[in-house]
Structures are given as C-alpha cells and as structure tokens.
C-alpha cells in the first residue's frame, strides 16, 4: 500500500485558514487531522481531542525528552506542539494527514520531514486582512494592531512553503487546498505499484 | 502576470489518453494545446490545424535547423514534431498549455524545459490493456500483439514522469489530470506576486 502524505497548513489570523479547513474535513472527511498537544487550560467551547489534547507541563517536557513531537513551541508560558506518533501512524496506513501549524512550527516540520507538502492560505489583499481583523469588533485598536503586525510577519515567511492560497471565497480555497493534496496523490513515487502490477502480468 | 505551465501528457494506446484529454478540454476550455508539426499526409477526419499542422518534409527540417522544435521524431518514414513558438507564447501569456507526446518526446522537453510538468496515463490493469486493444475488433493479432508490445515498452518508462493517472474512469482521470494543472497554478513560484501585493500596502 502506498503511503499518505503529511500537509503542512499555515495561515495568519484574518486568513480564514480555519474555515477553509473545516470546508476540506466536511467534503474529506477521510483526512486525518493531526491533534496539537498543548498545556494550556481548555477555553470555553473547546473539547478534549477535537483540536487539542490538553496535557500537564510535566507530560509535555517529557515528551520534548523522549523526541516524540515533530515541532514545539513555547508562547505566553504555554507549550503547544505536533505529536510524532499519530502522524507517524496515518502516514503508514495511507492516510493523508493536515497539521497545521504557525510559521515556526512549520519551519521545525519541514526540517523533520523533508517529504512534508506545505501549504499557506493567505488573505487576498491587505485591505481584507485588515477588515477581517477589525471586523471581529470585540477587540481594542491595540490588541488589532498586533494581530496585523503578527500576520504580516507570518506573510513575509509564505514563500517557505510549497503551495500558497489565496482565500478570498472558502468553497473555492478549500477546493484548491483539495487540488493540492489530490494532485500528491498521483505523484510517480506514490504511484509506482501500478507500474509494476501492470508489468507483472505480461 | 503569473506565467502559464507546461504540461506534458503521454500514454500509450489502450491508455485512453486521448479521451481523458477531451474531457479536460471540454472541463478547461482555457487551456491551450500545443498543435504537433508533421510531414505525414492528411487521413480521413483529419483537420489542418485542429491537432497537427501538416506540413513539409523540406519546412520540417528548416524548423529543426532553425531550433524550432522543441521535441522531434522521425517515425516510418514521417516527422513529428512540438513547435517551440507557440509553447513560448502561451506561457508568457500566463495561459497554460498541453503538449501530448510519446515517452521520447516528453524525454526531450524534459531536457529542454526542466520545469515543464510530465503526467502518464496508465491503463488501470494488463488486462484491461489488452481488452482495450483487441476491442477495436479491426485489426490483426499481429498489429494487436504489436501495439501491446509498444504499450508496455511506455508503461516501462512510467516512472520517469512527475505523475501518473490511472484511467479507469474518464471523468475521474480528467479530473485528477484538472487537479495536476489547478495545483501546479498554486504553486509558489507562481503566487509571489500576491505576498509583494499584501505587503507593498503596509
């Protein structure tokens, strides 16, 4: 059986990275979807094991020590991190994997797992990106300006990654990130069974 | 403007290649196609122009002097050959285009432009191969035994391409070949100038 691929997903805030996500799983739901470990407390509306496995600081330092994460990070005094093994797994049972991830953690996955596709779903212009952000209308002037500044930075790093996508209508986006993991599909080295059953029988 | 890619396809007879290419054609319309030069006469159904130029064997030779082919093949007696203009300007107008060709034609564009894409369309089994090529029910074992022969040498060579399609269905093959060509639009090098774009506004 063929192996499945690792997507690598990034996207700043004002993206719409994650309901383009959630348009892919509904019309994939094949697709595994790989679960952060993370050591912060649940927020409201947050389950365990839908986004996040919620795990005690000492839990995730052994597991930095015993190298079972693909990628971590430390922000505002929490851990946050990709799990080797359940990547691992879906890889070796042919399923394809999305874990997405910031600019950094992608950066640490690309450097693991050279194979690793990556893709970056991006704003479709400044002016959007800044009424996305503005548009939540909850937050201080203060509190945007940092998210902006923050996505940004992450835009200035989207030629890192292999594949970058416009989002600027989510049925279509989500169509294009599907393109991209359909089209890994069909890559010589993921499809040299067929050559040598074909060959086989003559 | 972003520039168009270049496609090329190959599959042996029996690979229902040429089918799979009128369905993308009917799904893309935009798509280009790159018209084959050749020195052989018009056969009933032929149109000048439709999916060959027929022209001389003296201009021929003029075109592979002048190093105006991308890719030629001398075949009983007749060239063939991929006109190097049109590709060129096809691509500088952002348009992307379809080059069909055998296994040695696709091997000279691949010296000749690296980045051209390269997809195969198998046949989804031996048998189905061999039903396919006897199903035309019009010519002689000899000629089948031939054609199968040839189509075998191709599949043989499968693995130097960037893809490979299965055809076992026709729609769901153009669609995979729609997805190649739709991902390779999403690929960085051809989206730099949206990341230029966001950040020149801020």
Redesign the interface.
């Known amino acids: 059986m063929s192996k499945g691929g690792v997507f690598v997903v990034s996207g700043p805030s004002g993206s719409g990275k994650d309901t383009v996500l959630s348009a892919l799983f509904s019309a994939c739901p094949e697709l595994a979807f790989s679960i952060s470990s993370i050591t912060r407390a649940m927020r409201p509306g947050e389950r365990e094991g839908e986004k996040y496995n919620f795990i005690s600081r000492e839990k995730f330092e052994e597991m930095i020590k015993n190298d079972l994460l693909l990628e971590h990070n430390l922000f505002v005094g929490n851990y946050y991190g990709t799990p080797r093994k359940p990547v691992e797994k879906a890889v070796s049972e042919g399923r394809d994997i999305i874990i997405e991830v910031d600019v950094n953690g992608a950066a640490q996955i690309r450097r693991r797992l050279p194979e690793a596709v990556t ?2 779903i ?6 959007e ?1 800044k009424r996305r952000l503005e548009g939540r209308g909850t937050e201080s002037e203060e509190f945007i300006g940092k998210r ?1 500044e923050s996505a ?1 930075n992450e ?2 790093r ?2 890192e ?6 989002n600027d209508d989510v049925a279509a986006a989500a169509d ?1 990130l ?3 993991i ?3 599909r ?3 080295e993921r ?2 069974n ?2 040598n ?6």
């Open positions: 893709v970056f991006m704003p479709p212009s400044f002016e990106l902006l940004l835009i200035k989207a030629a990654y292999d594949y970058i996508i416009v294009s599907l393109s991209v359909k089209s890994c069909l890559k010589t499809q040299k067929i050559i059953e074909v060959l086989s029988k003559c």
